[in-house]
């Protein structure tokens, strides 16, 4: 077994009505409870969107504002238990298709 990480840029969103976001969410917790049932879920969560809300530490340790690659952040992720890169990719699959944008899957070292 291995961890990965499904995860999304806030950018990768894109605009939508209120009502198109008010509609994914039930698709996003439905696939929540799915990987819950099947013993998969590590963690599953959306981050504050307001970037400047957030922290960063520089090399020496100094606690400043965000710190942004070409002005793109991290909106959410799932850490998933799973046996192979196959199953990763069902489910983050199942996360985008849910969600509605794109998302990233990559495995943890170790």
């Not at 996003?28 to 922290?55: D, H, N, P």
Request: charged share 25%; with cysteine; proline share 3%.
């Amino acid at each position: 077994m291995a961890n990965y990480i499904i995860y999304f840029n806030q950018q990768w969103v894109g605009q939508h009505s209120s009502e198109w976001f008010q509609s994914r969410g039930p698709l996003a917790r439905k696939v929540v409870v799915e990987m819950e049932s099947a013993g998969v879920l590590v963690f599953a969560g959306g981050l504050v969107e307001e970037i400047e809300l957030a922290f960063g530490a520089d090399e020496n340790g100094n606690v400043k504002g965000p710190i942004t690659t070409d002005g793109e952040f991290v909106g959410g992720m799932t850490i998933i238990n799973v046996e192979n890169d196959d199953e990763a990719k069902a489910w983050g699959a199942k996360v985008a298709e849910a969600c509605g944008w794109p998302q990233e899957i990559r495995k943890f070292k170790g």
